[in-house]
């Protein structure tokens, strides 16, 4: 397997440019996904690690190897298709061993490597059976066969469980994150769903109109959005955004959301002076009647251990995800308080993080963004 580095990569077509200057590093081994809403450019990212696509300018190197304008062919990696492409006059059994047979492999090899894939992915029983009478799940597998029985150095997907339904698209999900344990692949992996991501990656790179807004491990994206649209987009619900008019002032430790003054400790480097917006995620909002910051209940959504309560404050519309056993009424007033270790502040211009002072979490790395 090996390290894929992608350094300032480019792609333009005509007068659109969809990639615009990405760069990041997936290490060798890792489960690394790259997310973004459609049209975010993540799909041709993918295709210009793959060959399909030659960037603009740029490079990507390949186990130390620039490989940004070699031929698909030439890279010895493996590409998994949303829509499995399938050879549907071949069996599953030639299906999988075809890029073998393909290659001059000795028939005695073939064999080998068919039946242990077989047995890693479960479908020893149908290896004779034709692929067109297969449930979606089973020619799922019977495509990921194709990819692993060459051994590349990488596999790239492009929404491999896009076609599947939502029960099973998390069994999938499931069975393809321990089969890449297993192997010990270096896999990237595009989806649009963020829950899919926090779910499987190790590392994951969130894009937005041809942009890198952030990469890093899900855990540090959660909790530290470099960004309003990395805030927004991670997380179900997503953060909560309180708008208000007063610029941070030099040397601030606190802000003031309609005459209540919430501490928010700024970082040394972060800058000042510039109108905020104060981010809290919904597990972070308490309802406390003693609390001077007050919103009115709009509406309660009950999930099992949890319910989502949704409340309208003089600085915009806030979700807090409190328990079920709380009892809450719509129309009431409440009073909300945060957890002020976990806030973040973003410039309201430029939607980019202002920096926080927090406790440093335990093998927590420093957040990487495009924004710096």
Request: hydrophobic fraction near 45%; charge should be negative.
């Amino acid at each position: 397997m090996a390290e894929i580095v992608i350094r300032n990569l480019r792609k333009e077509f005509g007068s659109f440019t969809a990639v615009k200057g990405s760069s990041f590093t997936i290490a060798d081994g890792e489960f690394f996904m790259l997310l973004g809403p459609s049209g975010c450019g993540k799909t041709t990212t993918l295709r210009m690690i793959a060959g399909l696509e030659l960037p603009t300018s740029g490079q990507i190197l390949l186990d130390g190897k620039d490989v940004a304008n070699m031929r698909a062919s030439a890279r010895d990696i493996a590409f998994v298709f949303q829509m499995f492409a399938l050879y549907p006059h071949m069996n599953v059994r030639r299906n999988i061993s075809y890029p073998l047979v393909s290659q001059g492999v000795p028939r005695a090899e073939v064999r080998t490597r068919v039946a242990e894939i077989a047995r890693i992915l479960g479908i020893e029983a149908i290896l004779d059976r034709p692929v067109g009478g297969l449930s979606a799940g089973d020619r799922q597998r019977v495509a990921l066969g194709r990819a692993i029985v060459r051994r590349p150095k990488a596999f790239l997907m492009d929404e491999p469980l896009g076609a599947l339904d939502a029960e099973f698209r998390e069994h999938m999900a499931e069975e393809l994150r321990a089969l890449h344990d297993r192997m010990g692949a270096t896999t990237v992996y595009v989806t649009h769903d963020q829950l899919e991501a926090m779910q499987m990656g190790d590392k994951i790179v969130v894009m937005n109109h041809g942009v890198v807004e952030q990469w890093g491990t899900p855990q540090d994206i959660y909790d530290e959005p470099a960004t309003l649209f990395v805030a927004e987009f991670i997380g179900s619900p997503p953060m909560n955004f309180l708008r208000f008019d007063a610029a941070v002032p030099e040397g601030a430790t606190s802000v003031w959301l309609s005459g209540v003054e919430i501490p928010v400790p700024l970082a040394k480097e972060a800058t000042r002076g510039a109108k905020a917006v104060l981010g809290v995620r919904p597990e972070h909002v308490r309802l406390d009647d003693s609390a001077p910051y007050r919103g009115g209940v709009v509406a309660a959504e009950y999930l099992g251990t949890t319910q989502i309560v949704t409340l309208d404050t003089p600085n915009g519309i806030v979700k807090a995800r409190i328990a079920s056993s709380e009892s809450v009424h719509v129309g009431e007033p409440v009073g909300l308080t945060f957890n002020t270790q976990t806030l973040s502040l973003f410039d309201a211009g430029t939607g980019i993080a202002l920096a926080v002072e927090r406790p440093m979490r335990r093998g927590a790395q420093p957040r990487e963004n495009a924004h710096g």
